[in-house]
């Protein structure tokens, strides 16, 4: 299947600074990005659907100013948590599907465990 | 928004038992996709069912979407200790939600 590579794997940070968590489809190209965040022992959280050179497209309750989306590029999206509290510590997961939408199944990054002290 | 559940939220069985999980959308699906995610792993992709009434088998896997597009099921027949995880649809109606996902222990 397609690989989709999520960097870092696991980041501890300070309360109060930034982090920018990348999401790469490696070997094909991805107009749609979604980016997700699960907490112990819950399901996966639909934070934002990114689509490539436009805005990013926030669920209900996400603030759009705290986590940041870039998706610049057909096989990268980015993810920015600024000013990390230690409430946003979590396990954040990105997948990518090809092409816009359609039958197509979503192939996920490895997450990122984020660790705010 | 939309919601996606899925009952039971956790199940144990012994090991050769049947698993069944349950998964309901409140909104009309145009797909229904079926992960699988082990403890500290992310999720995979295990099949996805388009069509009303679609019933397909991986193995020991059946998985069925219901007529209306609105409810689906995973049934594991015999189950082995390889097949702990939590089960996970995710349905693309708006957007691509996850359900709530059922949590599978298998007792050897």
């Known amino acids: 299947g397609a690989v989709v590579s999520q960097h870092p794997s696991w980041v501890i940070c300070k309360s109060g600074t930034s982090v920018k968590i990348e999401c790469r489809s490696l070997d094909f190209q991805a107009t749609t990005m979604f980016w997700y965040r699960q907490f112990p022992k819950q399901s996966l959280m639909l934070m934002a659907t990114s689509n490539e050179g436009s805005k990013a497209t926030y669920e209900q309750g996400v603030e759009k100013d705290k986590f940041l989306i870039n998706h610049a590029s057909l096989t990268l999206s980015t993810l920015t948590v600024t000013s990390a509290h230690p409430e946003d510590s979590s396990f954040y997961i990105c997948?990518?599907?090809?092409?816009?939408?359609?039958?197509?199944?979503?192939?996920f990054g490895q997450g990122t465990r984020l660790t705010v002290v | 928004g939309q919601q996606v559940m899925q009952i039971p939220q956790y199940q144990h069985v012994q090991e050769g038992e049947d698993f069944t999980t349950y998964c309901n959308s409140s909104?009309?699906?145009?797909?229904i996709q079926w992960y699988k995610q082990r403890p500290g792993g992310h999720p995979v992709f295990l099949i996805q069912?388009?069509?009303?009434?679609e019933v397909k088998k991986q193995k020991r896997l059946t998985f069925q979407f219901g007529e209306a597009k609105k409810n689906s099921s995973l049934h594991i027949t015999a189950t082995q200790t390889t097949d702990v995880g939590t089960y996970f649809c995710a349905g693309l109606g708006n957007q691509f939600y996850f359900g709530t996902g059922t949590s599978l222990t298998v007792i050897p």
């Open positions: 997948s990518a599907r090809r092409g816009v939408w359609g039958n197509t199944e979503a192939f």
């Open positions: 909104t009309t699906l145009s797909n």
């Open positions: 069912l388009v069509k009303s009434g």
